[in-house]
């Protein structure tokens, strides 16, 4: 029998059903609130489903403008006037578009919940999207993607997705194209507005210093009758198509001196049975400690990367299983081949008993970290909720995560990754020798 290695964690230190206020407003709102007076601020975070999937391929980048504009005027105040409140507060607020969601976020003393509600609320129903700030906001936009233009780990990382999703939306960057950002006018920002924002699907989180009905109760009083009866739902998601063999594309960036490498293939969505056994099993193919077994290999054994890591990144639909590595450009295919080594043994064998005893013990152990701060129980609601996890999850997740076997994290790995059959992605400045994957 194995020694139990995980910290106790009693019930009461996390999220629970005992301590989170769940409400549904008549309007369709989702409201959970978790008190913590040992700080006098709240954090408050939430989604709607208005993201990128029902942007065009013309105007790719809409639903993240509109997100981004959200606060640049509205029918009440200006951009300064907005900026103003929010600094004479200490406060803020911000808006980020992402592939399924509009998400939103803000910090403030508790006593300010009302003015934070009251500006994130202007800002979902009355933007006014004026001319001048939008057009700053559009150059701000293109700086970025000329920024990423040259960066070999954001090339690197599109020309994966472009692979591995290739014919699905995951394919398409949120932040758009130069040419499609160019496109977008005021009007398209309006109606885009109009057509997706509503309070169906919308889900805010509350974390801090107030009393659990009375945060409910300011949010109704600030958005409990808003109401948009021709808010779509969201598109369908269509299936990856599997990847029948290795697949490369390589982006040349001249003039970089390390190139970055993307390898992998699709991996679960957050409510797969299996998602827990497979990101266990990341953690120990690439994450815990010195970036697990491929960071012994390829980075401290064989001195090929200056770092490298795989990651897990399963939401809504099913999310990369990938390998992140920054490689001089003439190391590039030894780093590879090391690489799918590591695959092919990952796939071939059960974990050992002690990896995955300390990699149950770094989950449970950094569960509670995470939800040290306002902001991080915040998320962690609207985790609950996007998932469909329960509110007892969290209390939960110390046994749900011991029971997993090697076994499991086999079966999982194996469900997934193929070694024969990647996506390997590459941008920087490679000799013809050099780009031979």
Excluded: C
């Excluded at 911000?94 to 509009?102: D, P």
């Excluded at 934070?116 to 004026?130: D, G, Y």
């Excluded at 043994?345 to 449970?364: G, I, K, M, W």
């Excluded at 999982?412 to 990647?422: S, V």
Aim: charged share 20%.
């Amino acid at each position: 029998m194995k020694a139990d290695k995980s910290p106790k964690i009693p019930d009461s230190a996390l999220p629970g059903p005992e301590n989170i206020l769940r409400t549904e407003l008549p309007n369709g709102m989702i409201v959970l609130v978790r008190p913590n007076f040992n700080s006098p601020s709240i954090f408050l975070a939430g989604y709607l489903p208005a993201g990128s999937l029902f942007d065009p391929d013309d105007k790719l980048g809409l639903a993240d403008f509109t997100a981004l504009a959200l606060l640049r005027g509205t029918a009440r105040r200006s951009f300064q006037q907005i900026f103003n409140a929010l600094e004479t507060a200490g406060a803020n607020l911000g808006f980020e578009g992402g592939t399924h969601t509009v998400a939103m976020g803000g910090r403030s003393l508790a006593d300010d919940l009302p003015l934070i509600l009251k500006l994130l609320a202007e800002a979902l129903r009355q933007p006014t999207f004026p001319q001048k700030p939008v057009e700053r906001l559009r150059a701000q936009l293109l700086t970025g993607l000329a920024i990423r233009a040259q960066d070999t780990t954001e090339m690197a990382s599109l020309a994966f997705d472009q692979l591995v999703y290739a014919g699905h939306p995951y394919s398409r960057p949120e932040d758009g194209y130069p040419e499609t950002i160019q496109a977008i006018t005021r009007a398209d920002l309006a109606a885009y507005h109009a057509r997706h924002f509503g309070p169906r699907g919308l889900v805010l989180a509350i974390a801090g210093a107030v009393e659990p009905q009375r945060a409910v109760d300011q949010v109704a009083q600030a958005l409990g009758d808003w109401d948009n009866p021709d808010q779509p739902l969201p598109p369908a998601l269509p299936r990856p198509a599997p990847l029948e063999t290795t697949i490369t594309r390589h982006v040349e960036l001249p003039g970089k001196s390390e190139a970055d490498l993307v390898m992998g293939t699709v991996g679960p969505a957050r409510m797969a049975p299996d998602y827990l056994a497979a990101s266990l099993g990341n953690n120990i193919f690439g994450q815990f400690g010195m970036f697990g077994r491929i960071g012994k290999v390829v980075r401290e054994q064989a001195g090929l990367a200056y770092a490298v890591s795989s990651s897990l990144s399963g939401g809504i639909g099913p999310g990369p299983w990938l390998i992140n590595a920054g490689v001089a450009p003439q190391n590039v295919p030894q780093a590879i081949d090391l690489i799918r080594a590591e695959i092919r043994r990952f796939v071939s064998e059960p974990v050992a008993a002690e990896e995955l005893a300390d990699s149950q013990a770094n989950y449970v152990g950094r569960l509670p970290l995470s939800l040290e701060s306002n902001a991080g129980v915040a998320g962690a609601l609207l985790s609950l909720e996007r998932y469909g996890l329960g509110l007892d999850y969290y209390q939960r997740f110390a046994g749900l995560v011991m029971a997993i076997t090697p076994e499991d994290v086999l079966q999982a790995a194996r469900h997934y990754l193929h070694p024969e059959r990647l996506a390997i992605a590459t941008a920087g400045t490679f000799t013809p020798s050099e780009t031979a994957l």
